[in-house]
């Protein structure tokens, strides 16, 4: 395993607002990693330093390559989704084919066409006449159509229904992923790529409040359901949050105190965006 | 190397594909609208009676024909032809100026900016194609659009000779001096580009470092900038004319719309007057390539160096607005 990002110390600036604040981190490869934090914690400004869109001060490494310096030669090993609609409007999609082909030494025009003959894009349809998904699975096409180190995904399937995000992520996973590559996504409906995960990364403030595997994770924190008559005698074990449902509570403890809550309830695995909620709440009190 | 000319090459096809709208068609719609009105002049021209003809134009027009020399001919032909190619000029640094003011600013408004940075082209060649387009590709357009629109010109008016019994061949395309009316159009897209060097420069400049409306910023920075430096003369050295600073800026405007007359020294108002009447093509071609012997040409390159070179700077530090 060898490190495909790291940062040491990174910082951001807008005059005095800090948008990061020494981030340390480094991501191996091989990983799927989620980037999650509230609005305007600094993700999209860490993603855009990754892409060399920003300059950042502090050490930032992704495979070797200072970014910002050396964007262009980068951009061979590493592709992006910023957002879904940023490929030019005006543009066919065969133009676009072409255009990409002549300008990246590592697509592969056979797999894009193959990628986009299951969906109903024509190659002769310009971009502004296809429907937000379909700019989306087109993206998705060239960009999965390349042979990248490592994907960043900010954002990609924001706007789209449900079966457009679900037919993303499983394109993703399935047509996409090995493990010599890395992905990074960053999204707000982080139970829809929960299951997809090899890491969590909470940012807030600028700031990595927590950096671990998906497996750490769950078995540090954990889930009990209680009715009403154990609700007092749990309460009293500080729970970290608790949410009502079906006039049961759910609470999340930490797993140091497991064996004095799991006999009042149903124990469960709690899932990453209620981890996310409860630590964001931590952070707050 | 090669891979970098080919990114250079496709980013020009890009450039093609996206304003070929303007570029191509634009040309081609002129040529039109004369074929057009050259159509419509014939046709109409029995209605407007006129004394002096005794009541019959065409006649009269065709018999004046037939009475002209061959010099007055070709004469006449070559005023038609550098006019045109004068009209072609104008309107092809008009659709330029504005090319060059959204190159930088479009893409960065509609996002797309993201995808072509998620690309392996650097900066550099992204301007560098845009003022690619300006000097090399647009002014080719426009000169096999200008050829297209004389040829199709040149077509109606032989079938309305055919149709007068007069023979087109030795008329018209006899006395027509193609080559050296297309030279003087081709070799003026060049002058024009030449001299245009430091406004493209700028226009790239303010593209690429506008946040909202770049027109206003191209067009108002340069007038303060002009007006604080003409206040700035008359207050500290009541020197109120050292450096003509909008009269540099009005002679390129002139040099750049009718590169034609860019040979002309001097001119007096700031603006050119281009009477093809009073030149032959072969005159505007020697005065054209005569007037770039001027040392304020290689500072109007070393301007647009360094505005270009700060469109690329700034265009690293730029991602969406």
Redesign the interface.
Known sequence: MSAILSAHDLNKSYGKFQVLKNINLTIERGKVVGLIGPNGAGKTTFLKSVLGLLPCDGELSVLGIDPFKKRPELMKEICFIADVAVLPKWIQVSQLLDFTEQTHPNFSREKALAFIAKTKIKLNHKVKELSKGMVAQLHLAIVMSIDAQLLVLDEPTLGLDILFRKEFYNNLINDYFNHERTIIITTHQVEEIEHILTDVMFIKDGEIVLNADMDTLKSEYFEVMVNQTNYQQAMNLKPLTVKKVFGKYIMLFKAESKSKVSPLGEVQRPSVSDLFVALMQEEQS | MK?KM??I???L??EY??HRGAFVKTPLIIGLVMGVITILAYATSDRFVVDLSGGDNLKLAISTLEQLSDGQITMGLDIFMLSTGSLYHFILFILIFFFLLGSLYD?RK??????Y??????DT?TVLSKLMVATIIAPMAFTVGLMISHLFVFLILSLILLFNGLNPFSLLWSNTSFISNWGAFAIGCIVQALWALPLYGWLLFTSAVAKRRPFLMAVFAPLVAGFIWYWYNALVNLNLFKIGFFKTIGILFAKATTPFASGIDQPKSGSFEFDPSEQSNLDVIQGMLNGLMQIELVYGIIFAAVTTGLAIYIR??R?TI
Do not use: H, M, V
Not at chain 2, 117 to 122: E, H, Q
């Open positions: 891979s080919k990114t090459a496709a980013l096809k890009l594909w996206e893409d509609d996002g797309s900016i993201l995808f940075k998620s690309l392996p082209i650097s060649q690293r530090y991602n």
